[in-house]
């Protein structure tokens, strides 16, 4: 029984550790073909159409792409902001590139931080991002609320000296859940988000409303309770003076009882950790 | 006269012999030091000898100055071709092989610009700071837009700037300047340096000064009128320019330089709190930016490194902020570091100042460093106080932040926490002030001290009297220090942020109450201050904002700036507030 289900999810898995690594696979191509002068448009443009060439036609969200000190969300006020604009990009400036594409019904959402050419600062918050990994992992083995676990990583960043720009995001969400969607052959968007993942995540939210617990991390009251088994895109963005960075990645919680089994990272083979396992 | 050390020689040009100084080993780099007017060669005495050190510095008296001979006749002898010429002689003389670097003040710098600008010293310059010397063809054709496109704020500037060159107007009337100069002025010119320019007493004006302040007006006579009204119109620099502003100057507006980026491709600005003679009021900090710029010019970066908020007004100059750990003085201190200042941070947590230094490093710090210290502590302040001093230097600004947080009930207050709260609150800002401003003072060379008091200091409160009161003491203290360093030029800021979104609440006491309850206060107020969102990254601007413009009292919130307001207009009301016990 448990190793039918055991292979079962496996299974499922695979298909998301599958578009994870395209979408991954993805920002390291579109990153290597930036260059001064492209603007967050088209590095949009680049993203959309590598992954539309590669079968995908749906979108949890649409690709965005940030540069400079719009990494950190420097003097976001309003959502609209989050949407690629004609800002170039310069020798040095740092970026990032968050897509979500949906791929044989497997959703993905990740992001990806770097810069053109050298900027120390930006791969200091990325080294100090691994201490976030670590801590959000362990403390959801533990089975801490949710609420609580975000409350950590805000401490966590502030010692660090950073500020929290995860906070920026809809409902300050450190991280959602994604789930399988259904393949329609319409899939429209709505302010950048597929209906169809829209409709899942407020499914979930009714599911969640009723049985106390909700589909988005967030520091608030509807996030106090302990994690709920799924998928979780996992989203800490750090800010620092005009500099941003951030990982995003899927960490699957399952309703296990041993600790290793009831949590863990989707994937390992990813630009960042191998870039932390390469720095030591 | 105090050029110590200095190897003398003579350069023949044109008609006249020009009295040369040389310090230092010839082999590095040269700086050619030029000086105004009424100058010699002696107004550098400060600066050279810092300098010698690291360079091959050169002073030389100009025609008619000094020991220089003068030209005959003396009208038609200083126009700028044959400074020029003479400029040339003496950089052949002293660097035949190298380009030199040069800086000017006052009337050499108005040559040097001439120097920097004309085609025939291409590749004889490989710098050039200018202090307080505008190039008179970038003047010309300042005036000339001004006149011609006349908007009320131009005509404002141009106004200005004419008010303050009354002495040019003067210095154009046949023989009534030499008179002067010769006579009376030229007696009572040391004393009026002291009182109106606060240059210190000393060695400095030389004997020579009536005889160089006469033959000197030739250079007005001989040069503004004909370059004011032609102004050339390919006066482009042909080296980076380091340009230093005195913000005080009492002879020329700022104004002059707001069209440079123009003439000059690579343009780096400095300001500086000072009065017009800076190579005597400000030798160190004058001395700092020339060898950090020539340094980066022979090192290929003509462009500074820094680009921040008052990066122009702050670059290279020591900060030390206390509470440097976290909240408000983390945020001041990248804020420094960010304008590329050298940083100090002090905290009581040494791992926490640590990081702070390391990431002022990171975000553009000429150098940082982090100081474990507790500022409640006498002798750990005296201790680190002495270590500064050796190993960085004297302050330029102070930032003391430290503070704790303390609430509850005045009857619930003990001895020990009134102790624990001054000892940190007040005393630790007492102990700074002491310790690092006294050095400061005796320096003589300027400074700031900011004091983080708080909107407590004239809001009061029935929950926060311990707070409040070590906050006023801090208010009252920096209003009182900055009436004692005003003679000293050293300026004295209390700033009063409000509700800021720092770790203060989670590390607050709170009196009277059990440690479950003072648990859950702690969160709650982290909450609310969370709620309001202020970062303290606004304080740490407000902060630099303050020292630039050298303001009193800075309310920085807008409730605090609202209470300050109110306690000025209706302070009943305060009083009313007061008693209102916020339910945490």
């Not at chain 1, 967050?40 to 000190?69: C, I, K, N, S, T």
């Not at chain 1, 393949?183 to 979930?204: E, I, M, V």
């Not at chain 2, 502590?377 to 330029?396: F, T």
């Not at chain 2, 030029?489 to 440690?515: K, L, Q």
């Amino acid at each position: 029984m448990a190793t039918t289900s055991t292979r079962e999810r496996s299974a499922e898995l695979r298909g998301f550790r599958t578009v994870q690594r395209l979408a991954y696979e993805c920002a390291e191509a579109v990153a290597a073909r930036l260059e001064p002068g492209v603007t967050e448009r088209e590095a949009a443009r680049m993203q959309r159409e590598w992954l539309r060439e590669r079968g995908v036609r749906d979108w949890f969200h649409l690709p965005f792409a940030w540069f400079g000190d719009r990494t950190a969300f420097a003097g976001f006020r309003i959502p609209l902001q989050f949407f690629p604009t004609d800002r170039a990009l310069e020798p040095g400036m740092p970026f990032i590139l968050d897509m979500a594409p949906v791929y044989e019904g497997c959703t993905a959402d990740i992001g990806y931080s770097g810069s053109l050419g050298v900027n120390p600062v930006q791969d200091r918050l990325m080294a100090d991002l691994e201490a976030h990994r670590e801590l959000i992992l362990r403390e959801v083995r533990e089975r801490r609320p949710l609420r609580k676990i975000y409350q950590d990583v805000d401490r966590l960043m502030v010692r660090q000296g950073y500020a929290n720009r995860h906070r920026a995001y809809p409902f300050g969400v450190i991280a959602h859940k994604v789930d399988r969607v259904k393949q329609r052959r319409w899939s429209p968007h709505l302010f950048g988000f597929g209906t169809q993942s829209l409709k899942g995540l407020a499914a979930d939210a009714l599911h969640g409303h009723r049985e106390g617990w909700s589909p988005l991390w967030s520091p608030y009251r509807f996030s106090d309770h302990p994690p709920q088994p799924g998928l979780w895109a996992v989203e800490p963005h750090l800010g620092f003076r005009g500099t941003g960075a951030k990982f995003e990645e899927i960490l699957v919680v399952t309703d296990s009882r041993d600790p290793e089994e009831s949590a863990f990272w989707l994937d390992d083979d990813l630009p960042h950790v191998r870039r932390w396992a390469e720095e030591k | 006269m105090t050029l110590k050390g200095a190897r003398e020689r003579w350069v023949r040009t044109g008609g006249v012999e020009l009295c040369v100084a040389e310090l230092g080993d010839p082999q590095q780099p040269t700086v050619v030091l030029v000086h105004g007017y009424p100058d010699s060669k002696e107004v550098w005495s400060e600066v050279a000898v810092r300098l010698a050190d690291r360079f091959h510095v050169v002073l030389y008296d100009v025609r008619g100055h000094g020991r220089s001979t003068a030209p005959r006749p003396l009208r038609g002898g200083f126009t700028l071709a044959k400074l020029t010429d003479d400029f040339l002689a003496v950089a052949d003389a002293v660097s035949p092989d190298r380009p030199v670097h040069l800086v000017g003040h006052d009337w050499g710098s108005v040559q040097s610009w001439e120097f920097v600008t004309v085609a025939r010293t291409e590749g004889r310059i490989a710098s050039f700071t200018s202090i307080s010397g505008p190039s008179l063809d970038h003047f010309g054709h300042w005036i000339d837009a001004r006149v011609k496109r006349p908007t009320p704020r131009r005509v404002g500037q141009l106004l200005g700037q004419g008010a303050k060159s009354w002495y040019v107007y003067l210095l154009h009337t046949p023989l009534l300047p030499e008179l002067a100069w010769r006579g009376p002025l030229g007696r009572r010119w040391p004393t009026i340096l002291e009182r109106a320019e606060r240059v210190p007493a000393g060695d400095y004006p030389t004997a020579s000064l009536p005889s160089d302040a006469a033959h000197g007006a030739w250079l007005y006579r001989d040069n503004v009128r004909a370059r004011l009204r032609r102004p050339r119109p390919d006066a482009y620099a042909h080296a980076p320019v380091q340009l230093i502003t005195p913000q005080g100057d009492a002879f020329l507006s700022e104004r002059l330089y707001d069209d440079l980026d123009r003439w000059v491709p690579q343009l780096t600005r400095r300001t500086l709190p000072a009065k017009h003679w800076v190579p005597r009021t400000r030798p160190d900090q004058v001395a700092a930016w020339i060898e950090e710029f020539v340094t980066s010019v022979a090192g290929g970066r003509p462009e500074p490194a820094a680009t921040g908020r008052h990066a122009e007004r702050f670059g290279g100059q020591l900060v030390l902020v206390t509470g440097a750990g976290s909240g408000i003085g983390r945020a001041t201190a990248f804020a420094f570091a960010e304008a590329g200042a050298r940083v100090i941070a002090v905290d009581r947590d040494a791992e926490a100042a640590a990081r702070t230094a390391e990431l002022s490093r990171l975000t553009g710090a000429a150098e940082a460093w982090a100081e474990p210290a507790d500022v409640s502590d006498e002798q750990a302040m005296e201790k680190l106080a002495e270590k500064v001093h050796r190993e960085y230097g004297v302050l330029d600004v102070l930032v003391n932040n430290a503070g704790i947080g303390l609430s509850g009930s005045f009857f619930a207050t003990t001895t020990d926490d009134w102790r624990t709260v001054l000892d940190v609150n007040l005393w630790g800002v007492i102990h700074g002030c002491r310790l690092f401003g006294a050095r400061m003072a005796e320096r003589g060379q300027g400074g700031h001290i900011v004091n983080i008091a708080s909107a407590a200091a004239y809001q009061p409160s029935r929950a926060l009297p311990a707070y409040s009161t070590s906050k006023a003491a801090v208010l009252m203290l920096s209003e009182c220090l900055r009436a004692e360093l005003a003679a000293q030029g050293i300026g004295v800021t209390a700033v009063c942020p409000g509700f800021v979104n720092t770790n203060i609440t989670s590390t607050a006491r709170f009196t009277g109450v059990d440690e479950a309850e003072q648990r859950r206060r702690r969160q709650r107020s982290a909450r609310l201050y969370g709620l309001r969102n202020f970062p303290p990254e606004k304080v740490a601007d407000a902060v630099l904002d303050a020292v630039a413009r050298n303001r009193a009292v800075v309310p920085v919130t807008p409730e605090a700036k609202g209470a300050h307001l109110l306690s000025r207009l209706a302070p009943g009301l305060l009083r009313r507030i007061a008693r209102v016990e916020p339910r945490l």
